[in-house]
């Protein structure tokens, strides 16, 4: 617990040096421009390079100020989770051969039957294929 405490103070101790705001708004840019509606296995690459330069400029970024309704460290503390949730969407992009529903892939522009599975992703791991069950009708049945 206080392990967890202390990495959460850490910027506290770092001031505003970088602020965590730039790094917000290049994340939003990256996964819009690199990983958005439609990519490739190369868009897909840079985005987790990108997001790999980003989580280590927020270990390094800082925020002013305590504790007390700080909306800096609020920012800075969801950061973190963004950059969380951003691996986690290229991981599974980048695993995904094919298009399917509203995120296509342009060097896979078609859905293949073969890899009808859902991606589960665990921390330390990449994504691993699950089948997906069909509890009320399957898609050759309609």
């Keep these: 617990m206080r392990a967890a405490s202390a990495r959460c103070e850490a910027p506290f101790a770092r001031g505003e040096a970088p602020p965590v705001y730039p790094?917000?708004?290049?994340?939003?840019?990256?996964?819009?421009?690199?990983?958005?509606?439609?990519?490739?296995?190369?868009?897909?690459?840079?985005?987790?390079?990108?997001?790999?330069?980003?989580?280590?400029?927020?270990?390094?970024?800082?925020?002013?100020?305590?504790?007390?309704?700080?909306l800096a460290w609020m920012d800075w503390l969801n950061l973190e989770n963004w950059l969380d949730v951003s691996d986690a969407i290229v991981a599974c992009a980048a695993a995904r051969t094919e298009s399917r529903g509203s995120h296509f892939r342009s060097d896979f522009p078609a859905p293949d039957p073969a890899h009808l599975h859902n991606l589960l992703l665990r921390r330390g791991g990449g994504p691993a294929p699950r089948p997906v069950r069909f509890t009320r009708l399957r898609p050759e049945a309609a």
Excluded: K
Aim: proline share 2%; aromatic share 6%.
């Design 23 to 70: 790094l917000r708004e290049r994340l939003r840019e990256l996964m819009w421009v690199q990983a958005g509606l439609v990519r490739d296995a190369a868009q897909l690459a840079e985005a987790a390079r990108g997001l790999a330069a980003l989580r280590e400029g927020w270990a390094r970024a800082g925020v002013p100020g305590g504790r007390a309704y700080n």
